[in-house]
């Protein structure tokens, strides 16, 4: 996620890098803690459906983020978001992506599939460098398409597993990867794009709510007030870990927020097990592990290659 002027925007101070990297690794870690717990907050909005239940999601976090734009002065950036007509194009085609992301993450959980949830996430790094490839033109290194190559066959042993493709996990990977890509072209601030892509879904976010509570279906004011602030909260749960995410990613290396993000899949499969008790057979364990591998080749590659370029870097300047 894009995140140009962050830093001004959120009120960093960098007088003591080493205070406020371990600030900002503290914050990384609590935004993906926070997006791996999810799966615990998603049931509790039930009856509602998933789709409902994704556009209460859209309408307060609509609400949030506004007021998140006024507290961290972000209008006159939101201002020129909107006259750059690539901007707007990149991020309402961004904006309906993550909708699919959104509801296919709550539509997983509340389905009773955290696991195969999980697995989404754990892939999305490598669904991320082959985008690059297909739509940047970038090069992977031979140690990334053994990576990849592995991901892949583990993808087919779980298809076999399950009886089918695990659609949920490729909807997951492929939304988040495909926005972050949209986001990375648009390069602008989180807080104002995140509005400008809510205020995109609000118009069918809204009238569906509307509709259902035209029709009686609607759940907002029918289980209770402590249902009822709950939906309303899912504005701030959107907001939160992105706040946390946004102070992180000006205090630490892109290599340690690359790290951190496995934190998230990990939780979601670990509750997965334990808390949803879902059934682990053993071609599935020889799935994940097989994805653990990939995802471990291309991890100490990737800080292989970073080391290597920083050596390369000083040797260069000393010479």
């Known amino acids: 996620m894009a995140l140009s002027g962050a830093s001004a925007a959120y009120g960093d101070d960098v007088s003591d890098p080493t205070t406020e990297q371990r600030r900002g690794l503290l914050l990384g870690a609590a935004a993906y803690a926070m997006w791996g717990l999810f799966p615990l907050y998603w049931p509790l909005l039930q009856p509602a459906g998933a789709v409902e239940i994704l556009a209460h999601r859209v309408c307060w976090s609509l609400l949030t983020m506004v007021a998140l734009t006024l507290l961290l002065r972000r209008t006159p950036q939101l201002r020129t978001l909107v006259r750059d007509r690539r901007v707007v194009l990149l991020l309402t085609a961004a904006a309906v992506v993550i909708a699919f992301n959104w509801g296919g993450f709550i539509y997983g959980v509340n389905a009773g599939r955290v696991v195969e949830v999980s697995l989404g996430y754990f892939v999305n790094p490598l669904v ?26 583990a993808v087919v042993v779980l298809a076999v597993d399950y009886g089918h493709p695990p659609w949920v996990a490729f909807l997951l990977a492929g939304s988040f990867g495909t926005y972050g890509l949209m986001k990375k072209q648009a390069d602008v601030g989180a807080v104002e794009s995140l509005t400008f892509e809510t205020v995109v879904l609000l118009p069918l976010a809204l009238g569906y709510l509307v509709w259902l509570q035209a029709t009686g279906d609607g759940g907002f004011a029918s289980h209770g007030v402590s249902h009822a602030v709950l939906l309303v909260t899912t504005g701030l749960v959107t907001a939160v870990p992105l706040i946390c995410f946004g102070a992180a990613a000006t205090r630490v290396s892109m290599t340690a927020i690359g790290l951190l993000q496995y934190l998230a899949p990990t939780l979601q499969f670990v509750l997965g097990l334990v808390v949803f008790g879902e059934d682990m057979s053993p071609v599935k364990w020889i799935g994940f592990v097989m994805v653990w591998a990939a995802l471990a080749v291309f991890t100490v590659e990737a800080l292989e290659h970073h080391r290597r370029h920083l050596r390369d870097a000083a040797e260069a300047v000393a010479i």
Request: hydrophobic fraction near 60%; charged fraction near 10%.
């Open 128 to 153: 991320t460098v082959i985008l690059g490839v297909v739509v940047l033109g970038e090069r992977l290194r031979p140690a990334q398409w053994g990576a990849v190559a592995l991901a892949t066959l």
